[in-house]
């Protein structure tokens, strides 16, 4: 059963983390509602679909850009600090939104500003509470947090957008961003109120340079088989396979000739499937890169059933079942990279994963777009699923080399 203890063992067991969970179910709502706010002001300014996507690629170039430095950084200062820095930070972006915004002060390029520093602190903020979640639960609680983690923002990626329209509907985008200012406070006073006693100690390295840290954790993926099947099959599903933000509106639009309730049906059947996953990953409470490799397959095959489809129902069912592996293959690639690299990388670790799934995005999101461009949603899909069923078979390759399966047993053995 899904609600037993065993899913929600990482809030039971520490004080820490459940503050951490409670100011992140907050924050992770606020993020969501800003998000529609954001999109919908610039249109509002602009009536332009072109500087919407510009808002997109603001807001996700600088974790592009800074994605495999930023873990040097984490591994180099308090990890707890850094997150605090980082979230006070998007507190006082999302305040100067909502004075601009509520002033009618805005305009597109501050909007465009904003959303650039924003990225940047999202940059930091993203691996730095992950590797936080490490240092609050252990490694052995780590799978079950991680999993609750992604429960989190996958409600919110269902939650928020319903909250941000009714909120920007009724009251005003300059509204949503202030509610997303307060989101912030529930976040920084969980970080604030961590006792820092029960963290576990981690190794810093303090003399690595922001170069030299970054090539030293794109060794450690390439010279261990488990961290490298993890890091780069989510780099290239994430970039070439998950480009749904693209994909669903254009489904319920030429697909399936509907209307942006179409639209929102299918992505609230995503998030459902997305958030079963997320609660069954959490309760499970493992992490094996099999299950990795055979949540990426099934991804894989559900789109590439889903490529010719044209009926609502068949589409949301896929959809959901799209949700619900997306997850599996997301947590656990992020719960391997962090449990395989050593001591003085663990921040690198979870910078690499967020670059990884997030690094991608303005290419595949161009990719995806001209797939459709070319040969409609079908062909996008067709490509999507091949490259995902190619990448789990590549990983299951990979693993099964003899040196890696000796590093395998050694890893197993030693925990």
Same mark, same amino acid.
């Given at each position: 059963m899904?609600?037993?203890g #065993?899913t &929600?063992?990482s809030?039971r067991?520490? #004080?820490?983390?459940r ?7 907050v924050s992770f709502?606020g993020?969501?509602v800003?998000?529609i706010?954001a999109?919908?002001l610039?249109l509002?300014?602009t009536?332009s679909a072109?500087a919407?996507?510009?808002l997109?690629?603001a807001?996700s /170039?600088p974790i592009?850009v800074?994605?495999?430095f930023?873990?040097?950084?984490i !591994?180099r200062?308090?990890?707890r600090k850094?997150?605090?820095?980082s979230?006070?930070?998007? /507190?006082?972006l999302a305040?100067? &939104?909502?004075?601009l915004?509520?002033?009618?002060a805005?305009?597109?390029?501050q909007?465009?500003v904003?959303?650039?520093?924003q990225?940047v602190?999202?940059a930091?903020g ?10 609050m639960?252990g ?5 079950n ?6 429960s989190?923002?996958?409600?919110a ?5 319903a909250v941000g329209g009714?909120?920007?509907?009724f009251?005003?985008?300059g509204?949503?961003f202030?509610l997303?200012a307060?989101s &912030?406070?529930?976040?920084l ?7 820092t006693t ?6 810093r !390295?303090?003399?690595?340079s ?5 090539? !030293? ?8 088989? #488990? ?7 989510v ?7 998950f480009n749904?933000?693209?994909l ?10 509907a209307?942006?309730?179409t639209?929102g049906?299918i992505?609230a059947? &995503? ?5 079963c996953?997320?609660?069954?990953s959490?309760r ?8 990795l490799?055979?949540a990426t397959l099934?991804y894989g095959?559900?789109?590439l059933?889903?490529a010719p489809? !044209?009926?609502?129902?068949?589409v949301?069912?896929l959809?959901?079942?799209?949700g ?11 719960t ?10 663990r921040?690198r ?9 997030l690094?991608g995005?303005?290419?595949g999101g161009?990719?995806a777009g001209? /797939? ?5 949603t079908?062909?996008?899909?067709y ?5 995902a069923v190619?990448?789990?078979l ?5 693993l099964m080399?003899p040196?890696?399966?000796r590093?395998t047993s050694?890893?197993v053995t030693?925990?």
């Amino acid at each position: 059963m899904i609600g037993s203890g #065993r899913t &929600f063992a990482s809030v039971r067991r520490h #004080r820490n983390y459940r503050l951490y969970f409670g100011g992140q179910a907050v924050s992770f709502v606020g993020s969501w509602v800003q998000q529609i706010a954001a999109a919908w002001l610039v249109l509002q300014l602009t009536h332009s679909a072109v500087a919407v996507g510009a808002l997109a690629l603001a807001q996700s /170039l600088p974790i592009t850009v800074l994605g495999l430095f930023v873990g040097t950084v984490i !591994d180099r200062y308090e990890v707890r600090k850094v997150a605090i820095a980082s979230e006070s930070a998007q /507190l006082l972006l999302a305040a100067a &939104f909502a004075v601009l915004t509520l002033s009618d002060a805005i305009t597109v390029w501050q909007i465009y500003v904003l959303s650039v520093f924003q990225g940047v602190a999202m940059a930091v903020g993203g691996p730095s509470r992950h590797s936080l979640v490490f240092e609050m639960v252990g490694e052995d609680d780590l799978p079950n947090a991680v999993a609750l983690n992604s429960s989190l923002g996958t409600a919110a990626r269902v939650i928020g957008p319903a909250v941000g329209g009714v909120v920007v509907a009724f009251a005003g985008p300059g509204v949503a961003f202030a509610l997303n200012a307060g989101s &912030f406070l529930a976040e920084l006073v969980a970080l604030l109120s961590i006792d820092t006693t029960k963290l576990h100690d981690r190794v810093r !390295d303090h003399g690595a340079s922001l170069v030299g840290g970054a090539l !030293d954790a794109l060794r450690f993926v390439v010279r261990s088989a #488990r961290a490298g099947v993890a890091f780069f099959g989510v780099l290239v599903v994430s970039t070439f396979s998950f480009n749904l933000n693209v994909l669903m509106p254009l489904i319920a639009d030429r697909t399936l000739d509907a209307g942006p309730q179409t639209f929102g049906l299918i992505a609230a059947v &995503f998030g459902l499937g997305a958030l079963c996953g997320a609660l069954t990953s959490a309760r499970r409470g493992t992490n094996r890169l099999r299950d990795l490799l055979l949540a990426t397959l099934c991804y894989g095959v559900a789109e590439l059933l889903l490529a010719p489809q !044209d009926s609502l129902v068949v589409v949301c069912v896929l959809m959901a079942l799209l949700g619900f592996f997306y997850i599996s293959w997301a947590a656990t690639a992020l719960t391997a990279l962090q449990l395989e690299a050593p001591e003085q990388l663990r921040g690198r670790a979870a910078s690499l994963y967020f670059f990884a799934f997030l690094g991608g995005a303005p290419l595949g999101g161009l990719f995806a777009g001209w /797939l459709v461009s070319v040969g409609g949603t079908e062909l996008a899909f067709y490509v999507a699923g091949v490259v995902a069923v190619l990448t789990s078979l590549v990983g299951g390759a990979r693993l099964m080399t003899p040196s890696a399966a000796r590093a395998t047993s050694s890893s197993v053995t030693a925990r």
